[in-house]
C-alpha cells in the first residue's frame, strides 16, 4: 500500500537515494531530527541485551542473538524517509543496519504466518503485516547518516519502515513475535490506524475499513 521510498546498497557502497518525490498529505518537512517517544529512555546493558524470534517460527523453535552476534550479521544501508504521524517528515536519511529480510531468511515464519509483533523495550509492541515486514527497504536500524543512533533516537535498535507511518517501527526493539492472525500493538490499541500508511493518511483507527484491523 505505501509508495516506493528508498533503496537499498550493499555495505562498503555509497547509498544512492530514491525517495518518493514530494510529500504524504498533511506532511511538512522538518530541519533536524525531534525526539519522540513514550515513557523513558531505557538505559543499554549489553551483557543482558538479546534478540528473540518466538511464535509460529518454522521449526517451532525460538531464535536467538546477542548483541554482539546480531551486531556481526551482515549490514547494509537504505536512503530513506521517515514519516511520523505528528506530521513531520524527515526527507532522505541514510539508515545502516540489518535487513529485515535476513531475519526472515535466518529464523524462517511457519507457512501460516500473516503479521508479526515487533516488541521493544517496557513490553511496547507494534504490528504489521507479514509482507510490510519483509519489505526490502525495512531495516532494524543502528546508524543514521553514519552514526551510531543515539540513545533518545533508538540505541542500540530500532525498526525502519520506510512506506508506514514511523510508529510502526518502534525504537529499542528486542524482538519480533510471527502470528497466524492479527493482533493490535500498543498505539494500535489506542485509537491509531492499524496499517499507517501515510500516502493514504491512515492516523487514526476511526479511518479504519472493513479488513482493516481486528476488533478493537
Avoid at 533516537?153 to 530500532?158: A, D, K, Q, S
Wanted: proline share 8%; with cysteine; charged share 25%.
Amino acid at each position: 500500500m505505501g509508495q516506493p521510498v528508498g533503496r537499498e546498497s550493499g555495505e562498503g557502497r555509497d547509498s544512492a537515494a530514491a525517495t518518493q518525490p514530494g510529500l504524504p498529505p498533511g506532511q511538512r518537512v522538518q530541519r533536524g531530527w525531534p525526539v519522540t517517544h513514550y515513557g523513558p529512555v531505557p538505559k543499554f546493558r549489553p551483557e543482558r541485551w538479546e534478540f528473540r524470534v518466538f511464535g509460529a517460527t518454522a521449526d517451532g523453535g525460538k531464535h536467538c542473538w546477542t548483541h554482539e552476534e546480531f551486531t556481526a550479521l551482515p549490514h547494509t544501508t537504505v536512503v530513506a524517509d521517515l514519516h511520523c504521524v505528528t506530521k513531520f517528515s524527515m526527507l532522505g536519511a541514510e539508515w545502516g543496519g540489518v535487513p529485515a529480510r535476513t531475519i526472515l531468511d535466518l529464523a524462517p515464519p511457519a507457512g501460516d504466518v500473516t503479521h508479526v509483533m515487533v516488541w521493544a523495550e517496557y513490553g511496547f509492541s507494534s504490528n504489521l503485516r507479514l509482507s510490510d515486514f519483509a519489505s526490502e527497504h525495512v531495516l532494524f536500524a543502528t546508524h543514521k547518516d553514519g552514526e551510531l543512533l543515539t540513545a533518545e533516537h533508538g540505541f542500540p535498535l530500532r525498526l525502519i519502515v520506510p512506506h508506514l507511518y514511523a510508529w510502526k517501527g518502534p525504537k529499542w526493539v528486542r524482538g519480533v513475535e510471527y502470528m497466524t492472525a492479527d493482533r493490535r500493538g500498543f498505539w494500535e490499541e489506542r485509537g491509531y490506524h492499524n496499517i499507517g500508511d501515510p500516502w493514504q493518511e491512515q492516523r487514526y483507527s476511526y479511518q479504519e475499513e472493513p479488513g482493516d484491523g481486528p476488533d478493537l
